[in-house]
C-alpha cells in the first residue's frame, strides 16, 4: 500500500470513528438573532453537515426575541452563508437538506412560557433521540446564562440525570469578570447541570495549530527533551491585533485587555505550551495537567506588579499607513478612560520543569501586525569558538510556533555563509500548514461544535481551570488598584505597546521578537 493510500486510509478511520461518536440531537441556539450565530454557529454547522459529520438526524432551533417564522431565518442565514463560508462557494444542494432542518422560536429569555412553547416545539420532533438529546447553546450575555439554565430546567428540558440520553449547556466567554463572580457563576449552572453537562468554550481552543501544540510536544522526542529548564532560556508569547477597539468600545469599557485576552486566551496556550504530559489524551488527563499547570504560576503580591506587568493605552497614530483614533475617541468609551488595551506580563512556574524560567505575555489592540505564536527560546552556546569574529550574529536558537495567520512552525538556528572566510547567519527552517497539508482546515467552530455533540470535553474549560486562571488575573488587577495611567502607559496606534514593555526583557539583557515575516 503506498504512502498516500495509507494515510486516506486513516483519515476514513478516524472520520468513520467521529460519526459513530455523534448521536442524533437537537441543538438549540439562545441568542440565534445575533452576530455569532450568524458569522460563526451556523456556518460551521452547515460546514459539518456537508462533510458528512452531522448525526444522521439532527434539528437546529434558533431561539430569540424577534419575531421571525422558520422561512425567514433560513433567507438570512442563507444570505449569511455567502459572507461567512471561508470563500467556499455554498453548496445548493447540502443548503436545501440542512436548512429543512432548521427552525425558529420565538421568545424572551426570561419568558417561562417562551420555554414551554419550545419544549412543546421539540416534543413534536420525530424521534425520541431528537427530542431527549439536547445541546444548548447559550450566545447570550453571562448574565443570562444561569437564567437560561433554570428556565430549560423547569421547562424539563435540562435535566442533571438524563436517564440515558443527555443534555449539555454550551456557554461563552467571560466566565465572570473576577473570581467571585466565576464561581457565583458556576455554582448557578451546577444547580441545574452536572459540571460534566456544562461545556465552556474558549473558541481559540477550536484552532488547529492551538491543537498542535499537543502532538508537537509530546510526538515528537528530540523536542521534548529540550522541553524544560535545562535548555529553555525564556518563552515569549505573543497575540496581537491590528485593529482597535472599533464597536466594542462598551464591552471593553467593563473588561479590558487583562480579562479579555490574558485571563482565558493567553492562559490556555500557556497551560498547553509548559504542562507536564498526560496519561492519556481523554478529557479528564488533558485538563488535569492544565489544572496543575496554573495552580503552580506564581500569584504577584500588590507590590510586586508594577516590577512585573505593563499596561498600556492606545492614542492616535497609524497602523498599516492607515489613521487610527485613540483608544478614548471610540464610540462608546469614556474620554478619561483609564481601561487598558495592551498588557504584556512577567510570570514564572513554580515547578521541577520551569523553575527560574521566565514567561512572557503579552496581547494588544492597535499593534503593527494581527499575529499569534510562542517563541521558545533556547540558552546560547558558550562564547568561545564564534563569539569572538561573529558578535551578534552569534544568535540563540529559538523555535517558534505561529498559530494565526499563516500558521507553521519554525527552528530558527546559525548556519555558515557560503563563500571563504567563516561568515555566519540566523536562518530558519519552516514547517507551513498550508504547503504540507494544502486541504481546507476547519474552522475552530467546527471542531467544537462536534465535539459537544460528541461530548468529547477536552478542547473546553473546566471549572478549576476558569478559577485558577482568575486568581492568576485578580492578583494583577489588586496591584492596579484603580490607579490612573500615567503618561508613560500610553502607546501611539501601529507601535508594539509602551516602551516600558521593552524594560521587562532588557533589564535582563533579553528583548521581544516581532512575529516572523511570512516567508
Same mark, same amino acid.
Given at each position: 500500500?503506498?504512502?498516500?493510500?495509507?494515510?486516506?486510509?486513516?483519515?476514513?478511520?478516524?472520520?468513520?470513528?467521529?460519526?459513530?461518536?455523534?448521536?442524533?440531537?437537537?441543538?438549540?441556539?439562545?441568542?440565534?438573532?445575533?452576530?455569532?450565530?450568524?458569522?460563526?454557529?451556523?456556518?460551521?454547522?452547515?460546514?459539518?453537515?456537508?462533510?458528512?459529520?452531522?448525526?444522521?438526524?439532527?434539528?437546529?432551533?434558533?431561539?430569540?426575541?424577534?419575531?421571525?417564522?422558520?422561512?425567514?431565518?433560513?433567507?438570512?442565514?442563507?444570505?449569511?452563508?455567502?459572507?461567512?463560508?471561508?470563500?467556499?462557494?455554498?453548496?445548493?444542494?447540502?443548503?436545501?437538506?440542512?436548512?429543512?432542518?432548521?427552525?425558529?422560536?420565538?421568545?424572551?429569555?426570561?419568558?417561562?412560557?417562551?420555554?414551554?412553547?419550545?419544549?412543546?416545539?421539540?416534543?413534536?420532533?420525530?424521534?425520541?433521540?431528537?427530542?431527549?438529546?439536547?445541546?444548548?447553546?447559550?450566545?447570550?450575555?453571562?448574565?443570562?446564562?444561569?437564567?437560561?439554565?433554570?428556565?430549560?430546567?423547569?421547562?424539563?428540558?435540562?435535566?442533571?440525570?438524563?436517564?440515558?440520553?443527555?443534555?449539555?449547556?454550551?456557554?461563552?466567554?467571560?466566565?465572570?469578570?473576577?473570581?467571585?463572580?466565576?464561581?457565583?457563576?458556576?455554582?448557578?449552572?451546577?444547580?441545574?447541570?452536572?459540571?460534566?453537562?456544562?461545556?465552556?468554550?474558549?473558541?481559540?481552543?477550536?484552532?488547529?495549530? @492551538? #491543537? +498542535?501544540? =499537543?502532538?508537537?510536544?509530546? %510526538?515528537?522526542?528530540?523536542? $521534548?527533551?529540550?522541553?524544560?529548564? *535545562? &535548555?529553555?532560556?525564556?518563552?515569549?508569547?505573543?497575540?496581537?491585533?491590528?485593529?482597535?477597539?472599533?464597536?466594542?468600545?462598551?464591552?471593553?469599557?467593563?473588561?479590558?485587555?487583562?480579562?479579555?485576552? @490574558? #485571563? +482565558?486566551? =493567553?492562559?490556555?496556550?500557556? %497551560?498547553?505550551?509548559?504542562? $507536564?504530559?498526560?496519561?492519556?489524551? *481523554? &478529557?479528564?488527563?488533558?485538563?488535569?495537567?492544565?489544572?496543575?499547570?496554573?495552580?503552580?504560576?506564581?500569584?504577584?503580591?500588590?507590590?510586586?506588579?508594577?516590577?512585573?506587568?505593563?499596561?498600556?493605552?492606545?492614542?492616535?497614530?497609524?497602523?498599516?499607513?492607515? %489613521?487610527?483614533?485613540?483608544?478614548?475617541?471610540?464610540?462608546?468609551?469614556?474620554?478619561?478612560?483609564?481601561?487598558?488595551?495592551?498588557?504584556?506580563?512577567?510570570?514564572?512556574?513554580?515547578?521541577?520543569?520551569?523553575?527560574?524560567?521566565?514567561?512572557?505575555?503579552?496581547?494588544?489592540?492597535?499593534?503593527?501586525?494581527?499575529?499569534?505564536?510562542?517563541?521558545?527560546?533556547?540558552?546560547?552556546?558558550?562564547?568561545?569558538?564564534?563569539?569572538?569574529?561573529?558578535?551578534?550574529?552569534?544568535?540563540?536558537?529559538?523555535?517558534?510556533?505561529?498559530?494565526?495567520?499563516?500558521?507553521?512552525?519554525?527552528?530558527?538556528?546559525?548556519?555558515?555563509?557560503?563563500?571563504?572566510?567563516?561568515?555566519?547567519?540566523?536562518?530558519?527552517?519552516?514547517?507551513?500548514?498550508?504547503?504540507?497539508?494544502?486541504?481546507?482546515?476547519?474552522?475552530?467552530?467546527?471542531?467544537?461544535?462536534?465535539?459537544?455533540?460528541?461530548?468529547?470535553?477536552?478542547?473546553?474549560?473546566?471549572?478549576?481551570?476558569?478559577?485558577?486562571?482568575?486568581?492568576?488575573?485578580?492578583?494583577?488587577?489588586?496591584?492596579?488598584?484603580?490607579?490612573?495611567?500615567?503618561?508613560?502607559?500610553?502607546?501611539?496606534?501601529?507601535?508594539?505597546?509602551?516602551?516600558?514593555?521593552?524594560?521587562?526583557?532588557?533589564?535582563?539583557?533579553?528583548?521581544?521578537?516581532?512575529?516572523?515575516?511570512?516567508?
Amino acid at each position: 500500500m503506498h504512502a498516500t493510500e495509507a494515510m486516506d486510509e486513516l483519515m476514513t478511520c478516524r472520520l468513520e470513528q467521529v460519526r459513530k461518536a455523534v448521536e442524533p440531537c437537537t441543538l438549540v441556539i439562545f441568542g440565534a438573532s445575533g452576530d455569532l450565530t450568524a458569522r460563526k454557529l451556523i456556518p460551521a454547522l452547515y460546514h459539518l453537515a456537508k462533510g458528512g459529520q452531522m448525526p444522521a438526524e439532527f434539528r437546529i432551533v434558533g431561539f430569540a426575541r424577534r419575531e421571525k417564522s422558520d422561512a425567514s431565518w433560513r433567507a438570512e442565514l442563507r444570505e449569511a452563508l455567502d459572507v461567512f463560508s471561508h470563500s467556499q462557494p455554498v453548496d445548493e444542494a447540502v443548503w436545501a437538506g440542512f436548512a429543512q432542518r432548521v427552525h425558529y422560536c420565538q421568545g424572551d429569555l426570561d419568558d417561562a412560557a417562551a420555554y414551554a412553547k419550545l419544549a412543546a416545539m421539540i416534543a413534536g420532533l420525530p424521534n425520541e433521540a431528537l427530542q431527549k438529546n439536547l445541546l444548548f447553546y447559550l450566545a447570550t450575555s453571562p448574565s443570562q446564562f444561569s437564567v437560561v439554565a433554570a428556565h430549560l430546567h423547569e421547562a424539563k428540558l435540562l435535566h442533571r440525570d438524563a436517564s440515558g440520553n443527555w443534555q449539555r449547556l454550551v456557554v461563552e466567554k467571560p466566565f465572570g469578570h473576577d473570581l467571585a463572580s466565576a464561581r457565583e457563576l458556576n455554582h448557578e449552572l451546577t444547580r441545574y447541570a452536572h459540571e460534566q453537562q456544562v461545556f465552556r468554550i474558549d473558541h481559540y481552543l477550536g484552532k488547529e495549530t @492551538v #491543537q +498542535n501544540i =499537543l502532538t508537537f510536544r509530546f %510526538a515528537n522526542s528530540i523536542f $521534548e527533551r529540550l522541553w524544560h529548564r *535545562d &535548555a529553555v532560556d525564556h518563552i515569549q508569547i505573543t497575540v496581537s491585533e491590528r485593529l482597535g477597539v472599533g464597536t466594542r468600545g462598551g464591552y471593553y469599557e467593563e473588561a479590558g485587555a487583562l480579562r479579555d485576552m @490574558v #485571563q +482565558n486566551h =493567553l492562559m490556555q496556550v500557556l %497551560a498547553l505550551v509548559t504542562m $507536564e504530559p498526560p496519561v492519556s489524551l *481523554d &478529557a479528564e488527563p488533558v485538563r488535569d495537567e492544565k489544572v496543575k499547570l496554573l495552580s503552580a504560576v506564581r500569584r504577584l503580591q500588590p507590590g510586586q506588579v508594577a516590577g512585573q506587568v505593563v499596561r498600556g493605552q492606545y492614542c492616535e497614530g497609524f497602523v498599516g499607513g492607515e %489613521a487610527q483614533r485613540s483608544y478614548r475617541q471610540e464610540p462608546k468609551v469614556q474620554p478619561q478612560s483609564n481601561v487598558e488595551t495592551f498588557v504584556a506580563l512577567k510570570l514564572f512556574i513554580d515547578n521541577w520543569r520551569w523553575a527560574g524560567v521566565p514567561i512572557y505575555l503579552r496581547t494588544g489592540k492597535a499593534l503593527p501586525v494581527s499575529a499569534s505564536e510562542v517563541r521558545v527560546q533556547f540558552k546560547p552556546t558558550p562564547n568561545v569558538l564564534f563569539a569572538a569574529q561573529c558578535g551578534p550574529l552569534l544568535d540563540a536558537n529559538a523555535l517558534t510556533l505561529r498559530l494565526q495567520p499563516d500558521e507553521g512552525i519554525a527552528l530558527r538556528f546559525t548556519g555558515k555563509v557560503p563563500g571563504v572566510g567563516y561568515g555566519l547567519r540566523p536562518v530558519r527552517m519552516h514547517f507551513s500548514y498550508d504547503s504540507e497539508f494544502g486541504a481546507y482546515t476547519p474552522e475552530a467552530y467546527e471542531r467544537l461544535l462536534l465535539d459537544a455533540i460528541a461530548g468529547d470535553a477536552t478542547l473546553f474549560i473546566r471549572r478549576d481551570e476558569v478559577e485558577q486562571a482568575w486568581q492568576i488575573t485578580d492578583s494583577i488587577r489588586a496591584g492596579w488598584d484603580g490607579r490612573p495611567l500615567e503618561k508613560c502607559e500610553f502607546y501611539p496606534a501601529g507601535n508594539w505597546g509602551p516602551h516600558l514593555a521593552d524594560q521587562l526583557l532588557t533589564q535582563s539583557g533579553r528583548a521581544w521578537r516581532e512575529p516572523y515575516p511570512v516567508p
